[in-house]
């Protein structure tokens, strides 16, 4: 049992910033969601409206795609649980299970006003340029990350030892 819970656990720990569609980030960073019944029903439209415009349900289809096969190439071990990993992806991260949490949040980060401000951008035809491109830039922008984190990994790895005082360098772990 323990094996498949940390399987489970791998699964999650690599995919949930993918499907989120940024790198990781911890939840004590986002703003709270706004609780649903405090959201004016012409506020709640509005946020609807601008994810909607952003196209958000294929927005997170195309994030699951991603989330899984970054998920099986960074941990072949789950390769013969695709498709368990698939259904509960598509069950708990699709938009019908995530808009009124998508909602609330919109909801608690822009008023009224400049979420018809962004709505109006975003359906102009720079803003659906933006809406297309922004995951492919947020994915190049964190392989950006990684290759640059990769680069000096030795460095990081001399400053650990040095400060632990270690005679012999740890193994290095492969990229991935």
Do not use: C, N
């Amino acid at each position: 049992m323990d094996r498949f819970r940390r399987i489970a656990l791998t699964a999650l720990a690599t995919a949930l910033p993918l499907v989120a569609g940024v790198g990781p980030a911890s939840a004590q960073d986002a703003p709270a969601p706004a609780p649903a019944a405090a959201i004016a029903p012409s506020h709640r439209q509005a946020v609807l409206d601008l994810l909607q415009t952003l196209h958000m349900d294929r927005v997170l289809q195309a994030s699951i795609a991603t989330m899984m096969e970054a998920t099986l190439k960074q941990s072949p071990q789950l390769e013969p649980y695709r498709p368990e990993l698939q259904a509960f992806f598509s069950k708990y991260f699709a938009w019908s299970a995530l808009q009124d949490q998508f909602v609330s949040l919109y909801a608690a980060s822009f008023t009224e006003p400049e979420v018809r401000a962004l709505t109006a951008f975003y359906r102009s035809p720079v803003g659906q340029k933006s809406a297309e491109l922004v995951p492919q830039l947020m994915q190049a922008g964190a392989a950006i990350g990684q290759r640059q984190a990769q680069a000096h990994l030795p460095e990081l790895e001399k400053m650990i030892m040095d400060k632990a005082g270690q005679q012999q360098p740890p193994t290095p772990t492969p990229p991935r």
